[in-house]
C-alpha cells in the first residue's frame, strides 16, 4: 500500500519530538555545539532541494531552531547561541 502524504508528515513530525527530547536531555554545553552543527548540516542539503522540499525544509528548520537554548551572559541577560550571533553578525560559525 503506497504511503500518502499526511502519513510522512506524522512520522517526520515523531522524529522531531524525538530529536528535541534528545537534544534537551543532554548537557547545555553539548546542546549549545549541536547548533552550528545543525546549521551547516542545514545549510548543505537545503542548496539540494527546490520548490516544495525548501519551503517544508526552511519551516522545519525555523521551527527545530526556535528551541535552541539561550544561555545567560555575566550580566544575567540572555545570550544568543553562537549560531544566532554568527547569523546576526554576519559572521560564520
Not at 10 to 32: D, F, N, S
Amino acid at each position: 500500500m503506497p504511503t500518502d502524504l499526511s502519513e510522512l508528515q506524522g512520522e517526520v513530525l515523531a522524529l522531531r519530538c524525538l530529536l528535541a527530547a534528545l537534544l534537551t536531555a543532554l548537557p547545555m554545553g553539548i546542546q549549545l555545539r549541536a547548533w552550528p552543527a545543525f546549521d551547516h548540516h542545514a545549510a548543505l542539503l537545503s542548496g539540494q532541494l527546490g520548490g516544495p522540499a525548501l519551503a517544508g525544509f526552511t519551516r522545519a528548520t525555523t521551527s527545530l531552531k526556535a528551541r535552541q537554548p539561550v544561555s545567560l551572559g555575566v550580566s544575567g541577560l540572555p545570550v544568543a547561541a553562537p549560531s544566532q550571533r554568527s547569523a546576526a553578525q554576519g559572521v560564520a560559525p
